[in-house]
């Protein structure tokens, strides 16, 4: 027993001390989108949970005045731009903060997800904190 306490210890200090192991990938999605120096940045799929995707969208366009000076948007695996100009509104997709992964980086097989994501960052030196879903809770972090 005592073993066992002790082996998951060390993995659980291990595993700790590694952070994201994609953060690689991510940043390398951020730099090929042009995003820097924002306190967040939310990924939108193109598909996946369409409730989730719904929910995210909806919040993010008709909070954008509040949140536009901390947070860039991203839309990801767009197959229709067309459509989603008439989802969101073409005056929205024009703000700069806002726009489309047009050779899908956030689509990597390692750092896709079917739910939008929130990535937050450690301080100005662009170090990614945390990679999460977008839920109630990060409504609350994002709008404040």
């Known amino acids: 027993m005592r073993i066992f306490k002790i ?10 001390s590694k952070g994201n192991k994609n953060s690689g990938l991510y940043k390398n999605a951020l730099n090929q989108n042009h995003i820097e120096n924002q306190k967040y940045v939310v990924v939108v ?3 996946g949970c369409g409730g989730c995707i719904s929910n995210a969208t909806y919040f993010l366009v008709n909070n954008y005045s509040k949140i536009k000076d901390s ?5 990801t695996g767009v197959m229709d731009k067309k459509l989603l100009k008439n989802e969101v509104g073409e005056e929205f997709l024009k703000n700069p903060n806002v726009k489309i992964d047009q050779d899908n980086y956030f689509l990597a097989p390692e750092i896709v997800s ?7 960052f450690k301080g100005n030196d662009g170090e990614i904190g945390e990679i999460q879903n977008f839920d109630d809770n990060t409504y609350n972090s ?3």
Do not use: D, K, R, W
């Not at 947070?71 to 839309?75: A, C, E, M, Q, S």
């Not at 079917?114 to 937050?120: E, L, R």
């Open 142 to 144: 994002i709008i404040q």
């Open 45 to 47: 799929p193109g598909a």
């Open 114 to 120: 079917n739910y939008p994501q929130v990535i937050s």
């Open 71 to 75: 947070v860039t948007i991203v839309f």
């Open 7 to 16: 082996t998951a210890l060390i993995l659980l200090f291990v595993s700790c």
